[in-house]
């Protein structure tokens, strides 16, 4: 069966960049979303996302009629959900994952289902959600046999697979990439190849789908735990009054040693989340992951403990000033360098904290984005050289190509990406 008409659900950084890349194979794609702003915007052919490249393709696919946006999902001959998998908000020590949007998106398509179409769920989920997406969908449609029930004779063929892209390389790294693609049977599978080779250049692997949705909690799991051992190093570091920087570059000429960067935690919504999934499922065996998730969490406080050191350091040093009259810089909200997603950042969280305890001028730089989101609408955005001119304490906090090219010395700096030392 060919894929003629492709369905979206979720139009956000994956959704979208994935969508347009279907219709530059002239492929008819329908893409949905309940936000009317993201909807609006990709039918004038923009983009509400920044994304390299991403705004030419879109541009291209909506101007040849390849490519429309909608509130309500139409018929299809596959669906893709990429909606939010965000925890329930609860007091628990392990966050419980939150699968309602994908319930939606799954009520949302199930009207317009018919026999032979492919639903795949490429929402980062934890073990055993797509086959709860599945009964989800048969529960809504009892006209039609899915593949739980009857294995390869269904009606409906189901998958899951993760995207693997990193922001701001989105665009090629879905062409370029492997995908791990895992059906619920063996035929769900091999259609799910069959519609990704319509643009994937990678190789696509077959497994389960409860594998492939584990293979992304694994891979972020991985870099989770190693960069809270480096998390963990620069704390020590600090406290033995050892330059952490110097050290893991002199660690790292050991063939096989490769420590990764400190930072001020750990965000985006991929390393600093899907971890938990793991841990939801396995609380009591998931030690090593457990342990990495709360040293990241906890390294925000740790910096914002630092900065608290400098704003004393400066009324040491200035006796007839008050905090009030003192000025902080924070350089950087994004959660990763040279992008604008903000998405568990602990920049933005840190600053958040700072503006909360802090009775003077906060100031923020952050050279992606021209306005500060809701949450601190009310501090300044300004220019890098306006902070560097009129800040008391300095706060480095993302290693934007920017800042790497300018300098900051000062006495009263906290810089947790090392750029400024």
């Not at 639903?119 to 039609?144: N, Y």
Request: charged share 25%; with cysteine; net charge negative.
């Amino acid at each position: 069966m060919s894929f003629n008409t492709i369905s979206v659900i979720g139009l956000g950084y994956i959704g979208l960049p994935t969508a347009a890349m279907f219709a530059s194979r002239k492929k008819k794609v329908i893409g949905v979303d309940v936000n009317q702003y993201a909807v609006d915007t990709i039918n004038r052919g923009e983009i509400h996302i920044v994304e390299p490249d991403l705004d030419m393709i879109v541009h291209a696919a909506v101007t040849e009629g390849f490519l429309k946006a909608t509130l309500t999902p139409e018929p299809a001959d596959a669906f893709l959900i990429a909606v939010p998998t965000p925890f329930k908000n609860n007091d628990s020590e392990i966050p419980e994952p939150d699968l309602s949007y994908i319930k939606k998106a799954s009520e949302a398509i199930a009207p317009v289902l018919k026999k032979g179409d492919l639903i795949i769920l490429e929402s980062t989920s934890p073990v055993g959600a797509t086959e709860q997406m599945a009964e989800w969908l048969a529960e809504a449609r009892p006209d039609l046999i899915f593949p739980q029930t009857v294995g390869e004779v269904a009606d409906v063929n189901v998958a899951h697979c993760p995207e693997r892209v990193l922001p701001g390389h989105v665009v090629r790294e879905l062409v370029e990439n492997d995908r791990v693609i895992g059906g619920i049977t063996s035929q769900c599978s091999e259609r799910a190849v069959e519609l990704y080779k319509t643009f994937v250049k990678g190789e696509c692997v077959i497994t389960n789908a409860r594998t492939a949705e584990m293979a992304k909690l694994t891979e972020n799991s991985c870099r989770d735990v190693q960069i809270a051992f480096a998390n963990e190093l620069s704390i020590i570091c600090d406290k033995l009054d050892i330059d952490v920087w110097e050290l893991i570059s002199l660690a790292n000429r050991h063939p096989r040693i490769n420590i990764l960067q400190p930072g001020p935690g750990v965000g985006g919504h991929c390393i600093a989340v899907d971890p938990w999934f793991i841990v939801s499922r396995a609380p009591e065996e998931a030690q090593i992951i457990h342990t990495a998730r709360k040293v990241n969490d906890s390294k925000p406080q740790w910096v914002i403990n630092k900065v608290k050191l400098a704003i004393s350091d400066f009324l040491q040093a200035n006796p007839t000033k008050t905090a009030k009259d003192v000025t902080i810089a924070c350089y950087g909200l994004a959660f990763k360098p040279d992008i604008d997603d903000l998405r568990e950042s602990p920049a933005l969280n840190i600053t958040k904290q700072i503006a909360q305890f802090h009775s003077g001028r906060v100031l923020v730089v952050e050279p992606n984005i021209n306005q500060l989101p809701e949450s601190i609408h009310y501090l300044n955005l300004v220019t890098f050289d306006t902070a560097k001119n009129e800040a008391d304490v300095h706060l480095l906090l993302v290693d934007h190509k920017s800042f790497k090219t300018s300098l900051i010395k000062s006495e009263l700096l906290v810089d947790t990406k090392g750029i400024w030392k």
